[in-house]
């Protein structure tokens, strides 16, 4: 980190082994991103109304990396370190993604496949769907999304996820394109 770590406490005292604890979270990211500028790391334990019994704290944890921002404000939780260590690991979980949209790693989803309706068989509820490069896909009209099953027609695209039927390759979540 350039800039060393920063921990507060707001209504009450931050014991040593508290303390030691955020550092030992905070040096374990700053091992895995390299790129971390700064950690702040704000506990509180809010006053509950007089009703309720017990704490319960709070962690806000904000880290700078280049050209991004990623901050951390965990529900109350009643145990201190469950409620650093959730906070930490979100921390985790955001800068790696972070890291990876800015390395160009980001994971791109495929577009489910298009095909056309190529038979209908209304009376017995079900039709057979035909990719663009020749394959068929039976679909059941309980399969189709958005849309009525007595409204499509042939020649109709559609997207649809594949799955393997008893019988062979088979349409789910067939929509409208």
């Known amino acids: 980190m350039q800039v ?7 209504d009450f005292e931050l014991t040593e082994a508290i303390e030691a604890s955020i550092h030992e979270k905070a040096d374990k990211l700053d091992q895995y991103f390299e790129r971390i500028q700064s ?12 009703h309720q019994k017990g ?8 880290v700078t990396i280049p050209g991004k921002e990623v901050v951390v404000n965990r529900e109350p939780h009643e145990d201190l370190y469950v409620s650093i260590n959730n ?10 993604g972070e890291i990876e949209k800015q390395r ?8 489910p496949p298009a095909a056309k309706i190529s038979r ?23 399969s189709i999304v958005d849309t009525d099953f007595d ?7 559609v997207r649809f996820v594949e799955s ?7 349409a789910s979540t067939v929509k409208l394109i």
């Open 87 to 96: 906070a930490f690991n979100t921390v985790y979980r955001r800068l790696k």
């Open 151 to 157: 409204d499509l027609e042939i020649g109709v695209k």
């Open 104 to 111: 160009g790693e980001v994971k791109h989803h495929e577009e």
């Open 164 to 170: 393997r039927g008893e019988e062979g390759p088979q």
């Open 4 to 10: 060393p770590l920063q921990i507060a406490a707001r």
């Open 120 to 142: 209908l068989f209304p009376e017995q509820g079900y039709g057979f769907l035909t990719t663009w490069d020749h394959r068929e896909f039976y679909f059941h009209r309980n």
């Open 39 to 50: 950690c702040k790391v704000v506990v509180e334990a809010p006053i509950k109304p007089h």
């Open 55 to 62: 704490r319960v704290y709070n962690v806000r944890i904000q």
